[in-house]
């Protein structure tokens, strides 16, 4: 049963992107900002590998790293949570969401105040606390809802439980996500009711966040539609407003996301766990507490192990972050950043994949490895880190055994092919070439044709080699005809394995090879 886990490190960035100047963030590091400091503990991410990772040159590096590492550049033109999770999860944003330094237009005011029937105080960039006991007087008095923003693209309503009901509240939040479409969809409506408490105001716990639907589907829509679990834990749920989501928690801090997590591992479940840790950003990051910060990334550490060891065979951990938040910068706001990416399991190889554009990858990734409709953005690394499972190393071998007995006399170019059919006998291939030239049959053909004249009609998988003298020499993907004869028998999603040596290959459905393609049914 596969299962992916995808833990957010909040804010965790590993570096400025090139762009970085543009969102004020030159010189932003956090992860290089808090390995400064004396409650930073590196262990468990040092032996995944971390130290290895583009531009981590201030850490150090890992021989035999356990995990699959990369940097990923942000393709979306933003720095914030919902769009750095929008993207982990498969959806590229091109303009970031709206944010007011000036309060929202008078067009969203005067629409909302007439949906509500209640008039609006203050309509700045405040803070939280400070906004009721400014404004919460005179919204007694008169009735009129605190409407307040930050340097995050929210639109707050802040109220006296007394005064207004909070499901009356909620239905107005409601109303502004109604109202806050097109070039003013922010991503989050915020209900910030407030009671007074020996004559002060205090907000309570009634808090609720309504998000901005994701624009496209996402890998847990997909996910979802294929009838995998997704099961939200931390910020997930709301970040995502719910969709695509089958199962959540809502955890109050690290400590408690990864219990949850841990827990997680028990269940039974195929499909995605996909976790949060907000404490790094909301309690340090935005804070610029730097010791903090550090000893909340020390806590992680000292916890991996614990998870790492109870990951199951088929079970792969995903490591990243959604922005930066760095603690030493000259601002509390988040900050434009690469972000790791740690992939671990029994079946992945510790590759170091370099820097990747799009954080969307990770989607891709996952949702290949479990099978998934999935059709987002995102290029997939998975072929790049799987380990071969048993059956591929075999056809692999038998392939490539079948490319020493190739006739190539002409092109002096050498291919191998093996067909794996349905009741697990294996039929091999080899180019063989002819002095007219046009009579030269293909690998991949002479092992289909072989597989079909001993009766054989259903084929599971497909390996194939190139090179010369014997030796494998870059990739030999299968050429136009023998895909269409592979298209008589193989359905969509059947396999191809481009070899690269004897034991690497790179992944492709014949549906990828062969998109859009002439086969039986269009003459039916
Ligand atoms: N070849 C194959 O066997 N399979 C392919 O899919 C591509 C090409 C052979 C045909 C020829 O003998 C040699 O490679 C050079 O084109």
């Known amino acids: 049963m596969k299962r992916v886990f995808i833990i957010v490190l909040d804010s965790l960035g590993i570096g400025e992107e090139p762009d970085a100047p543009l969102f004020g963030d030159k010189d932003c590091n956090t992860l290089q900002r808090i390995s400064g400091s004396d409650k930073f503990r590196f262990d468990s991410m040092k032996r995944m590998g971390v130290g290895n990772i583009d531009g981590q040159d201030y850490l150090p590096s890992e021989k035999k790293p356990l995990a699959a590492v990369a940097r990923l550049q942000e393709r979306s033109m933003g720095k914030d949570t919902t769009i750095g999770h929008w993207e982990i999860a498969g959806v590229v944003s091109p303009a970031p969401l709206p944010t007011y330094p000036d309060g929202f237009p008078d067009e969203v005011i005067k629409e909302f105040e007439a949906a509500t029937g209640r008039g609006v105080l203050c309509n700045k960039p405040y803070s939280g606390t400070v906004v009721i006991n400014d404004y919460g007087e005179e919204h007694i008095k008169t009735g009129k809802l605190i409407v307040y923003t930050s340097a995050d693209s929210v639109f707050q309503i802040a109220a006296h439980e007394d005064v207004v009901p909070l499901e009356q509240l909620y239905e107005y939040c409601r109303t502004a996500r109604k109202i806050l479409r097109g070039k003013h969809a922010v991503g989050r409506v915020i209900a910030r009711p407030f009671i007074t408490v020996d004559g002060k105001f205090v907000r309570t716990a009634n808090r609720r966040d309504f998000s901005l639907l994701p624009p496209a589907e996402t890998l847990l829509d997909a996910l979802q539609k294929d009838g995998k679990t997704v099961y939200a834990v931390g910020k997930i749920n709301d970040i995502f407003a719910g969709q695509g989501v089958t199962k959540h928690v809502i955890t109050h801090g690290n400590t408690e996301g990864m219990k949850v997590a841990l827990d997680a591992l028990d269940l039974d479940f195929e499909g995605l766990c996909f976790v949060n840790l907000v404490d790094f950003d909301m309690l340090y990051g935005h804070r610029q507490d730097v010791d903090g910060y550090a000893a909340a990334f020390s806590e992680f550490d000292f916890w991996l192990p614990s998870f790492t060891a109870k990951m199951k065979e088929d079970d792969v951990l995903i490591i990243t972050a959604d922005h930066g938040c760095d603690p030493g910068d000259s601002h509390t706001d988040h900050s434009r950043e690469y972000v790791p990416m740690i992939m671990y399991g029994k079946n992945i190889n510790p590759v170091n994949l370099g820097t990747r554009r799009g954080f969307c990858d990770i989607a891709a990734t996952a949702a290949e490895y479990l099978d998934s409709t999935y059709r987002g953005d995102g290029v997939s690394f998975l072929s790049d880190v799987i380990k071969p499972t048993k059956t591929e190393k075999e056809l692999c071998k038998s392939a490539y055994e079948a490319m020493k007995n190739s006739y190539a006399p002409y092109s ?37 044709f072989k597989a079909t004249s001993e009766g054989e009609r259903e084929f599971t998988m497909l390996a194939v080699c190139g090179g010369k003298g014997g030796v494998i020499k870059g990739l030999c993907p299968p050429c136009g005809v023998c895909r269409q004869v592979l298209r008589e028998f193989c359905p969509d999603d059947f396999p191809v394995l481009i070899m690269k040596s004897k034991t690497t290959f790179i992944k492709k459905t014949l549906g990828e090879l062969l998109p859009l393609s002439f086969k039986p049914d269009n003459i039916k």
């Open 412 to 448: 002096g170019f050498n291919v191998g092919a093996a067909l794996m059919c349905k009741n697990g006998k294996v039929y091999t291939g080899c180019n063989t070439e002819n002095a007219a030239f046009g009579p030269s049959v293909c690998a991949e053909r002479t092992a289909v």
